[in-house]
Protein backbone atom coordinates (compact mmCIF):
# COMPACT_ATOMS: atom_id res chain seq x y z
CA UNK A 1 0.00 0.00 0.00
CA UNK A 2 2.54 2.23 1.15
CA UNK A 3 4.36 1.46 -2.39
CA UNK A 4 1.15 2.66 -4.34
CA UNK A 5 0.67 6.04 -2.24
CA UNK A 6 4.23 6.85 -3.02
CA UNK A 7 3.96 6.40 -6.54
CA UNK A 8 0.74 8.37 -6.92
CA UNK A 9 2.22 11.24 -4.74
CA UNK A 10 5.58 10.86 -7.26
CA UNK A 11 2.87 10.84 -10.46
CA UNK A 12 1.27 13.87 -8.95
CA UNK A 13 4.05 16.10 -8.32
CA UNK A 14 5.29 15.36 -11.79
CA UNK A 15 2.22 16.73 -13.15
CA UNK A 16 2.15 19.79 -11.03
CA UNK A 17 5.91 20.30 -11.96
CA UNK A 18 4.97 19.98 -15.63
CA UNK A 19 1.86 22.58 -15.41
CA UNK A 20 4.19 25.17 -13.91
CA UNK A 21 6.57 24.60 -16.48
CA UNK A 22 3.55 24.80 -19.00
CA UNK A 23 2.53 28.72 -17.53
CA UNK A 24 5.79 29.61 -16.73
CA UNK A 25 7.58 31.90 -19.54
CA UNK A 26 11.17 30.84 -20.77
CA UNK A 27 10.57 27.15 -20.12
CA UNK A 28 9.88 26.41 -24.14
CA UNK A 29 13.63 24.75 -24.17
CA UNK A 30 13.09 22.24 -20.87
CA UNK A 31 9.25 21.61 -22.24
CA UNK A 32 10.75 20.46 -25.43
CA UNK A 33 13.43 18.25 -24.05
CA UNK A 34 10.75 16.72 -21.77
CA UNK A 35 8.86 16.13 -24.89
CA UNK A 36 11.76 14.21 -26.36
CA UNK A 37 12.51 12.39 -23.72
CA UNK A 38 9.21 11.11 -23.07
CA UNK A 39 8.65 10.15 -26.79
CA UNK A 40 12.17 8.60 -26.88
CA UNK A 41 11.63 6.50 -23.38
CA UNK A 42 8.67 4.96 -25.03
CA UNK A 43 10.74 3.88 -27.67
CA UNK A 44 13.52 2.50 -26.06
CA UNK A 45 11.72 0.72 -23.41
CA UNK A 46 10.08 -0.89 -26.49
CA UNK A 47 13.84 -1.86 -27.71
CA UNK A 48 15.08 -2.69 -24.22
CA UNK A 49 12.19 -5.53 -24.37
CA UNK A 50 14.12 -7.44 -27.48
CA UNK A 51 17.35 -6.21 -26.78
CA UNK A 52 17.49 -6.19 -22.74
CA UNK A 53 14.99 -8.95 -21.54
CA UNK A 54 14.63 -11.00 -24.28
CA UNK A 55 18.62 -10.79 -25.53
CA UNK A 56 18.18 -10.89 -29.12
CA UNK A 57 20.09 -7.69 -30.75
CA UNK A 58 17.85 -6.00 -33.17
CA UNK A 59 19.23 -3.03 -35.24
CA UNK A 60 15.45 -2.61 -37.12
CA UNK A 61 13.80 -0.28 -34.44
CA UNK A 62 13.86 2.79 -36.74
CA UNK A 63 11.98 1.15 -39.54
CA UNK A 64 8.49 0.28 -36.87
CA UNK A 65 9.00 3.86 -35.86
CA UNK A 66 9.08 5.31 -39.29
CA UNK A 67 6.03 3.04 -40.03
CA UNK A 68 4.12 4.45 -37.13
CA UNK A 69 4.77 8.08 -37.88
CA UNK A 70 3.82 8.14 -41.44
CA UNK A 71 0.34 6.28 -40.74
CA UNK A 72 0.05 8.69 -38.06
CA UNK A 73 0.85 11.71 -40.50
CA UNK A 74 -1.16 10.54 -43.87
CA UNK A 75 -4.55 9.73 -40.79
CA UNK A 76 -4.54 13.33 -39.61
CA UNK A 77 -3.55 14.94 -42.53
CA UNK A 78 -5.62 18.03 -42.66
CA UNK A 79 -7.90 18.34 -45.98
CA UNK A 80 -5.73 21.64 -46.79
CA UNK A 81 -2.65 19.83 -46.91
CA UNK A 82 -3.54 17.30 -48.95
CA UNK A 83 -3.95 19.62 -52.09
CA UNK A 84 -1.58 18.42 -54.80
CA UNK A 85 0.10 22.10 -54.59
CA UNK A 86 1.48 20.69 -50.94
CA UNK A 87 1.42 17.36 -51.57
CA UNK A 88 2.42 16.59 -55.04
CA UNK A 89 2.95 12.94 -55.36
CA UNK A 90 0.49 12.09 -53.30
CA UNK A 91 -2.15 9.70 -55.48
CA UNK A 92 -5.87 10.75 -55.86
CA UNK A 93 -7.16 7.19 -53.93
CA UNK A 94 -4.43 8.08 -50.89
CA UNK A 95 -5.55 11.95 -50.90
CA UNK A 96 -9.30 11.27 -51.00
CA UNK A 97 -9.27 7.82 -48.91
CA UNK A 98 -6.52 7.79 -46.45
CA UNK A 99 -8.51 10.17 -44.74
CA UNK A 100 -9.34 9.09 -40.82
CA UNK A 101 -12.08 12.36 -40.57
CA UNK A 102 -14.19 10.67 -43.52
CA UNK A 103 -13.75 7.20 -42.17
CA UNK A 104 -15.19 8.17 -38.49
CA UNK A 105 -17.66 10.56 -40.28
CA UNK A 106 -18.95 7.10 -42.27
CA UNK A 107 -19.59 4.89 -39.79
CA UNK A 108 -21.52 7.60 -37.65
CA UNK A 109 -19.07 8.81 -35.25
CA UNK A 110 -19.10 12.25 -35.67
CA UNK A 111 -18.43 13.01 -32.01
CA UNK A 112 -14.83 11.45 -32.56
CA UNK A 113 -14.50 13.02 -35.82
CA UNK A 114 -14.94 16.92 -34.30
CA UNK A 115 -12.35 16.19 -31.48
CA UNK A 116 -8.40 15.92 -32.79
CA UNK A 117 -7.80 14.91 -29.57
CA UNK A 118 -10.26 11.29 -30.47
CA UNK A 119 -8.69 10.91 -33.85
CA UNK A 120 -4.94 11.44 -32.14
CA UNK A 121 -6.01 8.28 -30.21
CA UNK A 122 -7.43 6.14 -32.91
CA UNK A 123 -4.44 7.14 -35.30
CA UNK A 124 -1.66 6.19 -33.12
CA UNK A 125 -3.61 3.24 -32.50
CA UNK A 126 -3.32 2.50 -35.97
CA UNK A 127 0.12 3.10 -36.41
CA UNK A 128 1.20 1.06 -33.34
CA UNK A 129 -0.97 -2.13 -35.43
CA UNK A 130 0.41 -1.09 -38.62
CA UNK A 131 3.81 -1.44 -37.01
CA UNK A 132 3.12 -4.84 -34.97
CA UNK A 133 2.03 -6.47 -38.09
CA UNK A 134 5.39 -5.61 -39.99
CA UNK A 135 7.13 -6.94 -36.84
CA UNK A 136 5.21 -10.36 -36.97
CA UNK A 137 6.23 -9.90 -41.24
CA UNK A 138 9.79 -9.33 -40.10
CA UNK A 139 10.18 -11.27 -37.07
CA UNK A 140 8.75 -14.24 -37.99
CA UNK A 141 11.55 -15.36 -40.87
CA UNK A 142 14.08 -13.26 -38.88
CA UNK A 143 14.27 -14.64 -35.47
CA UNK A 144 14.54 -18.13 -36.64
CA UNK A 145 18.60 -16.74 -36.62
CA UNK A 146 20.87 -16.43 -34.09
CA UNK A 147 23.58 -13.92 -32.61
CA UNK A 148 25.34 -11.55 -35.53
CA UNK A 149 23.32 -13.24 -37.90
CA UNK A 150 20.40 -12.00 -36.68
CA UNK A 151 21.37 -8.10 -35.68
CA UNK A 152 22.58 -8.13 -39.74
CA UNK A 153 19.17 -9.31 -40.67
CA UNK A 154 17.36 -6.66 -38.29
CA UNK A 155 19.33 -3.75 -39.43
CA UNK A 156 18.59 -4.84 -43.43
CA UNK A 157 15.07 -5.09 -42.84
CA UNK A 158 15.12 -1.52 -40.94
CA UNK A 159 17.18 -0.21 -43.92
CA UNK A 160 14.59 -1.70 -46.57
CA UNK A 161 11.71 0.03 -44.38
CA UNK A 162 13.48 2.89 -44.07
CA UNK A 163 13.96 3.30 -48.06
CA UNK A 164 10.93 2.11 -49.26
CA UNK A 165 8.99 5.67 -48.96
CA UNK A 166 11.07 6.53 -51.73
CA UNK A 167 10.31 3.53 -54.63
CA UNK A 168 7.83 5.09 -57.33
CA UNK A 169 5.54 2.09 -56.44
CA UNK A 170 4.88 3.88 -52.82
CA UNK A 171 5.55 7.35 -53.47
CA UNK A 172 1.69 7.53 -54.04
CA UNK A 173 1.22 6.87 -50.63
CA UNK A 174 4.13 8.23 -48.73
CA UNK A 175 5.22 11.75 -50.84
CA UNK A 176 8.01 10.38 -51.93
CA UNK A 177 11.51 12.15 -50.91
CA UNK A 178 9.17 14.76 -50.26
CA UNK A 179 7.36 13.92 -47.37
CA UNK A 180 4.85 14.70 -45.47
CA UNK A 181 4.44 18.28 -43.41
CA UNK A 182 1.57 19.95 -42.08
CA UNK A 183 0.47 16.94 -39.25
CA UNK A 184 -1.32 18.26 -36.51
CA UNK A 185 1.24 18.34 -33.79
CA UNK A 186 -0.91 17.46 -30.76
CA UNK A 187 2.53 15.31 -29.63
CA UNK A 188 3.78 18.89 -29.18
CA UNK A 189 1.27 19.35 -26.11
CA UNK A 190 3.47 17.72 -23.22
CA UNK A 191 0.59 16.21 -21.83
CA UNK A 192 0.21 13.90 -24.18
CA UNK A 193 3.32 12.36 -24.35
CA UNK A 194 3.33 12.35 -20.18
CA UNK A 195 -0.06 10.31 -20.10
CA UNK A 196 1.86 7.68 -23.07
CA UNK A 197 4.84 7.08 -21.28
CA UNK A 198 2.80 6.32 -17.64
CA UNK A 199 0.63 3.77 -20.04
CA UNK A 200 3.90 1.96 -21.19
CA UNK A 201 5.76 1.99 -18.12
CA UNK A 202 2.61 0.72 -16.35
CA UNK A 203 2.29 -1.91 -19.53
CA UNK A 204 5.69 -2.80 -19.52
CA UNK A 205 6.18 -3.22 -15.81
CA UNK A 206 3.39 -5.80 -15.66
CA UNK A 207 4.33 -7.61 -18.44
CA UNK A 208 8.39 -8.14 -17.02
CA UNK A 209 6.70 -10.05 -13.95
CA UNK A 210 4.17 -11.77 -15.67
CA UNK A 211 4.82 -15.62 -16.94
CA UNK A 212 5.44 -14.18 -20.22
CA UNK A 213 8.39 -11.64 -18.75
CA UNK A 214 9.57 -14.32 -16.95
CA UNK A 215 10.09 -16.54 -19.91
CA UNK A 216 11.29 -13.73 -22.01
CA UNK A 217 13.89 -13.74 -19.46
CA UNK A 218 14.65 -17.28 -19.44
CA UNK A 219 15.56 -17.90 -23.25
CA UNK A 220 17.75 -14.93 -22.52
CA UNK A 221 19.45 -16.91 -20.27
CA UNK A 222 19.28 -19.82 -21.68
CA UNK A 223 16.73 -21.00 -24.81
CA UNK A 224 17.55 -25.25 -24.58
CA UNK A 225 16.63 -24.39 -20.34
CA UNK A 226 13.59 -22.99 -21.26
CA UNK A 227 12.32 -24.97 -23.85
CA UNK A 228 13.44 -27.62 -21.73
CA UNK A 229 10.59 -26.08 -19.62
CA UNK A 230 7.81 -25.45 -21.92
CA UNK A 231 8.42 -22.87 -23.35
CA UNK A 232 7.54 -22.29 -26.73
CA UNK A 233 10.68 -20.25 -27.83
CA UNK A 234 9.21 -19.43 -31.77
CA UNK A 235 5.36 -17.72 -29.44
CA UNK A 236 7.31 -15.61 -27.01
CA UNK A 237 9.79 -14.33 -29.49
CA UNK A 238 7.62 -13.12 -32.11
CA UNK A 239 4.78 -11.92 -29.27
CA UNK A 240 7.94 -9.83 -27.67
CA UNK A 241 8.76 -8.71 -31.22
CA UNK A 242 5.04 -7.58 -31.85
CA UNK A 243 4.97 -6.15 -28.68
CA UNK A 244 7.99 -4.16 -29.42
CA UNK A 245 7.16 -3.15 -32.76
CA UNK A 246 3.49 -1.41 -31.86
CA UNK A 247 5.41 0.69 -29.13
CA UNK A 248 7.31 1.41 -31.77
CA UNK A 249 4.85 2.49 -34.20
CA UNK A 250 3.08 4.76 -31.34
CA UNK A 251 6.26 6.48 -30.42
CA UNK A 252 7.64 7.35 -33.88
CA UNK A 253 3.35 8.56 -34.39
CA UNK A 254 4.13 11.01 -31.71
CA UNK A 255 7.54 11.86 -32.71
CA UNK A 256 5.97 12.49 -36.28
CA UNK A 257 3.51 14.90 -34.22
CA UNK A 258 5.69 16.72 -32.74
CA UNK A 259 7.95 17.40 -35.46
CA UNK A 260 4.67 17.80 -37.62
CA UNK A 261 6.45 16.05 -40.82
CA UNK A 262 7.91 13.44 -41.65
CA UNK A 263 10.25 11.44 -44.26
CA UNK A 264 12.70 8.78 -44.87
CA UNK A 265 15.48 11.12 -42.62
CA UNK A 266 13.28 11.86 -39.75
CA UNK A 267 14.12 8.06 -38.89
CA UNK A 268 17.48 6.95 -39.80
CA UNK A 269 19.72 4.24 -38.22
CA UNK A 270 21.03 7.19 -35.63
CA UNK A 271 17.85 7.30 -34.05
CA UNK A 272 18.44 3.19 -33.54
CA UNK A 273 21.65 4.04 -32.60
CA UNK A 274 20.57 6.47 -30.29
CA UNK A 275 18.48 4.68 -28.26
CA UNK A 276 21.21 1.49 -28.56
CA UNK A 277 23.13 3.98 -26.09
CA UNK A 278 19.99 4.54 -23.77
CA UNK A 279 19.34 1.43 -23.30
CA UNK A 280 22.42 0.16 -22.81
CA UNK A 281 23.40 3.12 -20.38
CA UNK A 282 20.64 2.69 -18.21
CA UNK A 283 20.89 -0.66 -18.04
CA UNK A 284 19.78 -4.00 -20.46
CA UNK A 285 16.79 -5.57 -19.01
CA UNK A 286 15.85 -2.45 -16.62
CA UNK A 287 12.35 -0.62 -17.69
CA UNK A 288 13.61 2.80 -15.66
CA UNK A 289 17.03 2.39 -16.45
CA UNK A 290 16.21 2.51 -20.09
CA UNK A 291 14.39 5.84 -19.29
CA UNK A 292 17.28 6.93 -17.33
CA UNK A 293 19.87 6.51 -20.32
CA UNK A 294 17.30 8.02 -22.59
CA UNK A 295 17.00 11.41 -20.22
CA UNK A 296 20.89 10.74 -20.85
CA UNK A 297 21.23 10.85 -24.00
CA UNK A 298 18.21 13.38 -24.99
CA UNK A 299 20.07 15.90 -22.77
CA UNK A 300 23.19 15.72 -24.36
CA UNK A 301 21.73 15.78 -27.74
CA UNK A 302 19.80 18.84 -26.82
CA UNK A 303 22.41 20.93 -24.49
CA UNK A 304 25.15 19.51 -26.28
CA UNK A 305 24.80 21.90 -29.35
CA UNK A 306 27.77 23.84 -27.21
CA UNK A 307 30.47 21.32 -28.59
CA UNK A 308 29.47 21.70 -32.34
CA UNK A 309 30.17 25.46 -32.06
CA UNK A 310 32.98 27.90 -33.27
CA UNK A 311 35.45 27.93 -30.60
CA UNK A 312 39.26 28.63 -29.99
CA UNK A 313 41.07 25.75 -30.21
CA UNK A 314 41.99 25.70 -26.52
CA UNK A 315 38.65 24.58 -25.84
CA UNK A 316 39.17 21.70 -28.33
CA UNK A 317 42.03 20.26 -26.29
CA UNK A 318 40.70 21.17 -22.90
CA UNK A 319 37.86 19.17 -23.35
CA UNK A 320 39.93 16.60 -24.44
CA UNK A 321 41.70 16.49 -21.60
CA UNK A 322 38.67 16.34 -19.68
CA UNK A 323 37.07 13.52 -21.35
CA UNK A 324 40.27 11.70 -20.76
CA UNK A 325 40.38 12.19 -17.75
CA UNK A 326 37.00 11.58 -16.78
CA UNK A 327 37.83 8.17 -18.68
CA UNK A 328 40.57 7.09 -16.04
CA UNK A 329 38.77 8.42 -12.67
CA UNK A 330 35.59 6.44 -14.11
CA UNK A 331 37.56 3.29 -14.47
CA UNK A 332 39.30 3.37 -11.13
CA UNK A 333 35.60 4.17 -9.67
CA UNK A 334 34.02 0.81 -10.59
CA UNK A 335 37.24 -1.54 -10.48
CA UNK A 336 37.31 -0.10 -6.86
CA UNK A 337 33.70 -0.65 -6.44
CA UNK A 338 33.79 -4.13 -7.31
CA UNK A 339 36.94 -4.76 -5.10
CA UNK A 340 39.38 -5.36 -8.08
CA UNK A 341 43.00 -5.59 -7.92
CA UNK A 342 45.06 -3.91 -8.69
CA UNK A 343 42.65 -0.93 -8.96
CA UNK A 344 44.04 1.04 -11.84
CA UNK A 345 45.40 -1.67 -14.40
CA UNK A 346 48.62 -0.57 -16.77
CA UNK A 347 46.38 -0.15 -19.77
CA UNK A 348 43.91 2.30 -17.70
CA UNK A 349 46.89 4.76 -17.07
CA UNK A 350 46.64 5.77 -21.14
CA UNK A 351 43.42 7.71 -20.51
CA UNK A 352 45.10 9.72 -17.68
CA UNK A 353 48.41 9.64 -19.62
CA UNK A 354 46.82 11.36 -23.05
CA UNK A 355 44.27 13.67 -20.16
CA UNK A 356 47.14 14.69 -19.09
CA UNK A 357 49.68 15.83 -21.98
CA UNK A 358 46.54 17.32 -23.21
CA UNK A 359 46.05 19.30 -19.95
CA UNK A 360 49.83 20.48 -20.30
CA UNK A 361 49.41 21.78 -23.85
CA UNK A 362 46.29 23.53 -23.31
CA UNK A 363 48.38 25.56 -20.12
CA UNK A 364 51.58 25.94 -22.02
CA UNK A 365 50.58 27.25 -25.11
CA UNK A 366 47.25 29.05 -24.30
CA UNK A 367 48.92 32.28 -25.41
CA UNK A 368 49.80 30.74 -28.58
CA UNK A 369 48.02 31.84 -31.78
CA UNK A 370 47.16 28.42 -32.90
CA UNK A 371 45.70 27.83 -29.64
CA UNK A 372 43.51 31.42 -30.15
CA UNK A 373 42.26 30.22 -33.54
CA UNK A 374 38.15 29.28 -33.95
CA UNK A 375 37.74 25.94 -34.94
CA UNK A 376 34.52 23.69 -34.96
CA UNK A 377 34.09 20.36 -34.39
CA UNK A 378 31.00 19.00 -36.10
CA UNK A 379 29.77 15.64 -35.46
CA UNK A 380 31.04 16.22 -31.21
CA UNK A 381 27.84 14.80 -29.53
CA UNK A 382 27.50 11.78 -31.26
CA UNK A 383 31.21 11.06 -30.81
CA UNK A 384 30.30 11.94 -27.15
CA UNK A 385 27.60 8.94 -26.83
CA UNK A 386 30.12 6.96 -29.11
CA UNK A 387 32.76 7.29 -26.38
CA UNK A 388 30.33 6.73 -23.32
CA UNK A 389 28.70 3.77 -25.17
CA UNK A 390 32.28 2.51 -25.22
CA UNK A 391 33.25 3.37 -22.03
CA UNK A 392 30.09 1.44 -20.65
CA UNK A 393 30.69 -1.70 -22.49
CA UNK A 394 34.22 -1.74 -21.23
CA UNK A 395 33.65 -0.87 -17.55
CA UNK A 396 30.04 -1.88 -16.64
CA UNK A 397 28.18 -3.79 -19.42
CA UNK A 398 24.64 -3.90 -16.91
CA UNK A 399 24.62 -0.21 -17.59
CA UNK A 400 23.82 1.89 -14.45
CA UNK A 401 20.65 0.20 -13.02
CA UNK A 402 21.96 -3.27 -14.53
CA UNK A 403 18.60 -5.77 -14.54
CA UNK A 404 16.92 -3.73 -11.15
CA UNK A 405 14.04 -1.36 -11.44
CA UNK A 406 14.11 1.60 -9.09
CA UNK A 407 11.80 0.70 -6.14
CA UNK A 408 10.76 2.28 -3.25
CA UNK A 409 12.84 -0.30 -1.23
CA UNK A 410 15.95 1.36 -1.91
CA UNK A 411 15.08 3.99 -0.23
CA UNK A 412 12.38 3.36 2.62
CA UNK A 413 13.41 -0.29 2.92
CA UNK A 414 12.76 -2.94 3.50
CA UNK A 415 16.13 -4.67 2.52
CA UNK A 416 15.31 -7.12 -0.26
CA UNK A 417 17.45 -10.00 0.79
CA UNK A 418 15.33 -10.37 4.32
CA UNK A 419 12.32 -11.77 4.11
CA UNK A 420 8.85 -10.14 4.16
CA UNK A 421 5.82 -11.31 6.66
CA UNK A 422 4.42 -11.97 3.53
CA UNK A 423 7.23 -14.57 1.65
CA UNK A 424 7.29 -15.92 5.46
CA UNK A 425 3.81 -16.97 5.34
CA UNK A 426 4.46 -18.22 1.29
CA UNK A 427 7.56 -20.30 2.23
CA UNK A 428 6.49 -23.05 4.28
CA UNK A 429 10.13 -23.94 5.90
CA UNK A 430 11.08 -20.19 6.85
CA UNK A 431 7.79 -20.51 9.16
CA UNK A 432 6.80 -24.14 10.38
CA UNK A 433 9.30 -25.24 13.39
CA UNK A 434 9.44 -28.42 12.34
CA UNK A 435 10.64 -27.59 9.11
CA UNK A 436 12.64 -25.22 10.17
CA UNK A 437 15.02 -26.30 13.17
CA UNK A 438 16.16 -22.95 13.41
CA UNK A 439 12.98 -21.68 14.87
CA UNK A 440 12.67 -24.50 17.56
CA UNK A 441 16.38 -23.41 18.67
CA UNK A 442 14.76 -19.46 18.97
CA UNK A 443 12.12 -20.73 20.62
CA UNK A 444 14.18 -22.61 23.15
CA UNK A 445 16.26 -19.69 23.98
CA UNK A 446 13.57 -17.60 24.76
CA UNK A 447 11.43 -20.68 27.10
CA UNK A 448 14.82 -20.13 28.60
CA UNK A 449 15.24 -16.89 29.15
Same mark, same amino acid.
Given at each position: MRDYLLTLLSVGLAALALYFLTVSEGTSGLLSALTLIFIWGIAAISLNLINGQLGILSLGHHGFMLIGGYVTALLMLPARERRPFRTRLLSDWARNHLD??????? /??????????????????????LAAALLGIIVGAPSLRLKGDYLAIVTFGFGEIIRLLPNAPEVAAFTNGPLGIKGIPGNAGNIWWTFLALLLVLWFFSRLKFSSYGRAFEGIREDEIAAE???????????? *???????? *??????????? /???????????????????????????SITGALLGTAIVVLVRVYGGFLEQPNPAWVGYLSGAVLMLAAF???????????????????????? *?????????????FKQPWMQQTVQFFGMRKMLLAV??????????????????????????????????????????????? /????????GDDDASA
Open positions: LDKWLRG /LGLDALANSIDAKFIIALFIAGAMGVNLAYHKIL *AFTISAFF *AGVSGGLYASY /LQSVDTQTFNFFVTFFLLVAISLGGLGAFSAYIRKARRLRPVIEPKHFIFG *AVGAVLLVITIAFILILIMIYRREGVMGRAEFSWKLIFGPREDIPTDEQRKQDAWLSNPD /LNPGLKED
